[in-house]
């Protein structure tokens, strides 16, 4: 199956600093990617779409200045959380859709745990 | 608004069947997937529907029914590995974004 990567698996940083995640997609051409947060025992939230060569999308409430998304390449999107504070604290995961066929399937990366002190 | 619903949390026996029901209220519909996330890891695919019927896969099926806004994940033959959270999800759009319902956990017991 289609394999994506995220870097990095966890951080932990002190309020006030930027934190950049990387998402890339190991084995196919990903021109659309999909940043989510999740809280625990709760679901993931959509953020954004990012679109390679074009600026993301956000989602209502998703603050574009906070959450800054730059999709670089055809296997790379990255996520900058720029600021952060402790109520920033969450799992981030992206996805990258892979067409096969008819079935656009969104493949997810493992995940980043931001914890801010 | 857009609405996925699904049970919080089922408890199920080993070797047993359990069948975890999605409904849906959204605008516009391009499909739906089941995903399983362990904790603290990230979902990973289990099925797709977008006709109606029954997609049948190993030991899972996942069921559609567009008129009714409903669909369901049937698990046979339970191990304990099952045991994870199992999401619904509804993509509307022809970007692919996905609408996640709040997750069904699912405790599979010896």
């Known amino acids: 199956g289609a394999v994506v990567s995220q870097h990095p698996s966890w951080v932990i940083c002190k309020s006030g600093t930027s934190v950049k995640i990387e998402c890339r997609s190991l084995?196919?051409?990903?021109?659309?990617m999909f940043w989510y947060r999740q809280f625990p025992k709760q679901s993931l939230m959509l953020m954004a779409t990012?679109?390679?060569?074009?600026?993301?999308?956000?989602e209502q409430g998703v603050e574009k200045d906070k959450f800054l998304i730059n999709h670089a390449s055809l296997t790379l999107s990255t996520l900058t959380v720029t600021s952060a504070h402790p109520e920033d604290s969450s799992f981030y995961i992206c996805s990258a859709i892979l067409l096969a066929g008819e079935t656009d399937t969104q493949y997810f990366g493992p995940g980043t745990r931001l914890t801010v002190l | 608004g857009q609405n996925i619903d699904q049970p919080t949390e089922m408890t199920a026996t080993e070797g047993a069947i359990v069948q975890i029901n999605c409904t849906y209220q959204t605008s516009g519909f391009n499909g739906l997937f089941w995903y399983q996330q362990h904790a603290g890891e990230a979902p990973t695919f289990l099925s797709y529907n977008v006709l109606d019927g029954l997609e049948e896969k190993g030991r899972f099926s996942s069921f559609l029914s567009r008129s009714k806004g409903y669909s369901y994940l049937l698990l046979k033959e339970l191990q304990m590995k099952d045991s994870a959270s199992y999401l619904c999800a509804v993509t509307t759009d022809s970007w692919g974004k996905l609408q996640f319902g709040a997750g069904t956990q699912v405790v599979v017991t010896p």
């Open positions: 084995d196919f051409q990903a021109t659309t």
């Open positions: 990012s679109n390679e060569g074009s600026k993301a999308t956000y």
